[in-house]
């Protein structure tokens, strides 16, 4: 039976689409060139055009809420014809500077099966961000791929109030959180649960100044 969806971080469905040598990464939806029809919805089928740059292996991961229940479910597709993707995944420092933002990732040891505490710090010309916006009902959203294309995560970023300390976290809130403020920044720390050991890349999207930016970092996973 199709699935009965609703609306989650302003979306009925979320495609996420990144490489194996982890150099693409694309966030889209059905409906960014218009609105969905009612049709679509009720049938949970939809449509969406897209254009691969390069050929090779890709996550195809699509996020939704039936009901109340959050969905997240990805596959591996091989893309022909073209200049091919690197042979090796490329790796990222926790330090990087991406369209002009100076982003770091600062975590103790994640450890695979449990939440991790991943804080991104955001500076622009040497200065902390402080007038960041929500991107998506959410302070950052994140997409954890692992360089294998064996595993998929999506969760999103947080902010707490200085001073106030962060709440605990575990495998069934780890998705779960309060929406932004307005305006805030610089650090937002997101939870996401890496399901295996291994090497993992970490997509980022946060927004500024009505621009969104996507961050990259690698994060080792011990058992």
Do not use: W
């Not at 990464?25 to 960014?32: N, T």
């Amino acid at each position: 039976n199709p699935a009965l969806l609703s609306v989650q971080h302003e979306r009925i469905v979320h495609f996420i689409v990144a490489s194996s040598d982890m150099k693409e990464f694309y966030h889209v939806h059905p409906d960014d060139s218009g609105s969905l029809t009612p049709e679509s919805v009720r049938n949970a089928t939809f449509s969406l055009p897209f254009t691969f740059k390069r050929a090779g292996e890709y996550v195809l991961a699509v996020d939704y809420a039936h009901g109340l229940t959050l969905q997240s479910k990805f596959v591996r597709a091989t893309v022909s014809g073209g200049a091919p993707q690197d042979e090796k995944p490329s790796t990222y420092p926790t330090e990087g500077t991406f369209d002009g933002y100076d982003v770091s990732i600062d975590y103790s040891q994640p450890i695979a099966g449990e939440p991790a505490n991943l804080l991104f710090e955001i500076q622009k010309d040497g200065r902390n961000v402080l007038d960041l916006q929500p991107y998506l009902g959410a302070a950052m959203h994140v997409a954890v791929v692992k360089n294998d294309l064996t595993e998929f995560v999506h969760t999103h970023g947080e902010v707490h109030p200085p001073g106030v300390p962060v709440p605990p976290v575990t495998k069934t809130t780890a998705h779960v959180h309060n929406p932004p403020p307005p305006r805030f920044g610089p650090p937002i720390d997101a939870h996401p649960i890496f399901p295996t050991p291994g090497l993992y890349t970490v997509f980022g999207q946060f927004m500024h100044e009505g621009k969104v930016i996507v961050t990259r970092f690698t994060v080792r996973v011990e058992e």
